[in-house]
């Protein structure tokens, strides 16, 4: 987690999923940079999404850079690994907090929360035990489903088919030779999200709003423990506050410890 911009009226902080470098360096580290050059250069901005997007613009640079981008082949570019990004804040001239999704290979902005409470979760990267929790299911269940429904239409049609062609039969009517029923094909999306769990994001108090996102954190990376194969996500978990009119502050962050002072040989 990172900042991305801040002045008396403006703060804007990221967070990253994908990609962990471009260019050799850190995404923290790009985020720094961009900062400097902003700050160089004597640019200003008033609202979140003008942040967001000088961002975006600034590490697709970087990230074609990293990938020979201008070199590859077409047909190998849309399969280039992705870095996003989850950036929020505060802007001057924004009524209300805003927090966009990027994506840097798609060159994607998408706004989050456009409801009328502005406010809500949203995640990038590994999160399928959080979603479990607050959606009840994951996108792995729904792209199953899913795909299960579609696959089996085709035999279902049939089935449906043969049944309604032998009552008609039974009723006594004479079904032309060659007759064939079209069974349209239609698929309904299931209402996958119609049961999320029942948090009052928009008026949460700020520590509640910290305790939720230490336990959707930790949820997450302390489920990795009990997964097969290696740990994909892990790590100490930084959390930093946005409010309006205050500094961006991340909260609880650990010094640098020099915890090995050598051996003793003392007999």
Known sequence: MFLLYEDDDTSVAAVTAGM????????ASVAARFRKKNSSDGITF???????????????????????????????????????FIAGGYGKDDETSKVFKISVSSRALEEQFVWQTRSGTCF????????????????RIINGVNHRLISDMPAR?????????????????????????????????????????????????????????????????????????????????????????????MLNEPKLHHNHTGYSHDL
Request: hydrophobic share 40%; no cysteine.
């Open 20 to 27: 962990a470098t471009l260019s050799g360096v850190t995404i």
């Open 46 to 84: 008033t609202s979140v999404k003008e942040v967001a997007e000088a961002f975006l613009g600034y590490t697709r640079i970087e990230w074609e850079r990293q990938l020979d981008y201008a070199n590859a082949p077409e047909e190998q570019r849309p399969y280039f690994p992705d870095v996003q």
């Open 124 to 139: 990038g990267g590994q999160a399928d035990f959080v979603e479990r929790l607050l959606v009840g299911v994951d996108q």
């Open 157 to 249: 049609g049939a089935r449906f088919a043969s049944s309604f062609a032998e009552q008609l039969r039974a009723a006594g009517v004479i079904i032309p030779e060659g007759f064939q029923f079209d069974i349209p094909q239609e698929f309904t999306e299931l209402p996958w999200h119609d049961y999320v769990a029942n948090v009052d994001f928009a008026n949460l108090p700020t520590q509640y709003a910290v305790d939720l996102v230490e336990l959707l954190v930790n949820l997450q990376s302390g489920m990795q423990r009990f997964a097969n194969g290696v740990a994909t996500v892990g790590g100490r978990t930084h959390v930093g506050v946005l409010k309006r009119g205050e500094k961006f502050v």
